[in-house]
C-alpha cells in the first residue's frame, strides 16, 4: 500500500510541475533572475503548494503519522552550521545555472526532456562524490 501511495503522490506532484511550468529551465531562470526581466509567475505556484500543503502538513505532525500510517519522519537538527549553508550554496547555485531541480528533472523526464536527464547524470555523480568523501571521513 505504501508504494502505491507514493506512487499516486509522486505522480501528482510531478504533473502539478509539469502543469506550473517549473520544468521549463527558461521559466525558473526567468523567476530566478530578479535584477532582468523577472517573471514572478511561479511564486503563485510555490504560494498555492503551501496553501494545499500547510494544512495537511499540520494534520500528519499532530498525527504523527503520514497518510498510510507510517511513523511522520521529521528532520532531528536545527542547527544552521556551515554544511547546511555551503549546501544550500551549492543547491541554489546547480538551479540558476541549469534552471532545473531535482523535483522538476525527474519530472521532466516524462516529456523527453534531454537537458533533464544530463542535469540528473549530474546529480547522481555529485551525490556519488558526496558520499565517497564522506566515507573517507568516517
Known amino acids: 500500500?505504501?508504494?502505491l501511495i507514493a506512487l499516486l503522490a509522486g505522480l501528482v506532484f510531478?504533473?502539478?510541475l509539469v502543469l506550473s511550468g517549473m520544468t521549463d529551465p527558461a521559466k525558473v531562470l526567468a523567476f530566478l533572475d530578479l535584477a532582468g526581466d523577472w517573471?514572478?509567475?511561479l511564486a503563485f505556484v510555490m504560494g498555492g503548494a503551501l496553501l494545499a500543503a500547510t494544512p495537511a502538513?499540520?494534520?500528519a505532525r499532530r498525527r504523527g503519522?503520514?497518510?498510510d500510517g507510517a511513523p511522520l519522519a521529521l528532520p532531528t537538527?536545527?542547527?544552521i552550521d556551515r554544511r547546511l549553508v555551503l549546501g544550500s550554496l551549492a543547491f541554489g547555485a546547480g538551479w540558476g545555472l541549469a534552471g532545473y531541480c531535482p523535483g522538476p528533472a525527474v519530472a521532466s523526464l516524462a516529456t523527453g526532456g534531454?537537458?533533464?536527464l544530463l542535469f540528473l547524470g549530474a546529480m547522481v555523480a555529485g551525490m556519488a562524490i558526496f558520499e565517497l568523501l564522506e566515507r573517507r571521513k568516517a
Open 57 to 59: 502538513y499540520a494534520w
Open 14 to 16: 510531478g504533473i502539478g
Open 65 to 67: 503519522r503520514t497518510l
Open 77 to 79: 537538527a536545527t542547527r
Open 39 to 41: 517573471d514572478p509567475s
Open 1 to 3: 500500500m505504501q508504494i
Open 114 to 116: 534531454a537537458k533533464a
